[in-house]
């Protein structure tokens, strides 16, 4: 028993980091988002049992959710999967990701950070961490879709090829992609050869 909760602790990270979350993901000034509530949904989805926490200090008027240098502020946020907490701070800032002056916050500045600080501590449970990564897809994803772009030309494809940019230019091809035989381009070149040609063929019609 001890044994499959220790297999269960192990692989969880795993098994978020696999969720594609792609088709969540909002882009906001050259940066992408994943929503809180989706998120967080997603988790207790599969960890009934996960916790956050929006960490506070004590302030004059009591408990306060944000900490300061008194220059200008943050958040600090933990979320517990499986008994792991992940914690992340968070400067609060305004819309184009710069922080705010203490003197010029608000309650709703403060709330928003609060959520991406928690999007963002689920991430380092595995949850869309791939996107911070600036990567495009889940790694075993991205494994099967490199497998793919990886495999070789097929024959159709060297057909198309051969009929679209002439037998005499095969070998002018070759050299920029740096490949040493037709045979060995790889799928995901071919790919973008019969795009790329097509495009200009219909754009000569």
């Known amino acids: 028993m001890e044994e499959k909760k220790e297999e269960v602790k192990k692989n969880y990270f795993e098994e978020l980091n696999n969720i594609n979350v792609q088709d969540k993901v909002e882009k906001k000034n050259g940066l992408s988002y994943l929503s809180w509530a989706w998120a967080w949904g997603e988790i207790k989805k599969r960890y009934p049992d996960a916790s956050y926490t929006i960490y506070e200090r004590e302030s004059e008027w009591g408990p306060i959710n ?75 994803e991205q494994k099967e879709v490199d497998a793919e772009n990886n495999k070789p030309i097929t024959k159709e494809q060297m057909e198309m090829i051969t009929k679209l940019v002439g037998t005499e230019k095969i070998p002018d091809m070759l050299t920029y992609y740096k490949i040493d035989k037709f045979e060995n381009m790889p799928n995901k070149i071919a790919k973008e050869v019969i795009a790329r040609k097509n495009k200009k063929h219909e754009a000569t019609v």
Not at 114 to 140: F, V
Request: proline share 3%.
């Open 66 to 140: 944000y900490f300061t240098d008194g220059k200008t502020c943050w958040v600090k946020t933990g979320v517990t999967v499986n008994g792991i907490e992940h914690i992340e701070e968070l400067p609060v800032m305004d819309f184009k990701n710069k922080s705010i002056s203490l003197e010029l916050v608000t309650s709703f500045d403060v709330n928003k950070a609060i959520q991406r600080s928690l999007t963002k501590a689920l991430a380092r449970h595995g949850l869309g961490l791939y996107i911070y990564a600036g990567e495009d897809l889940p790694e075993e």
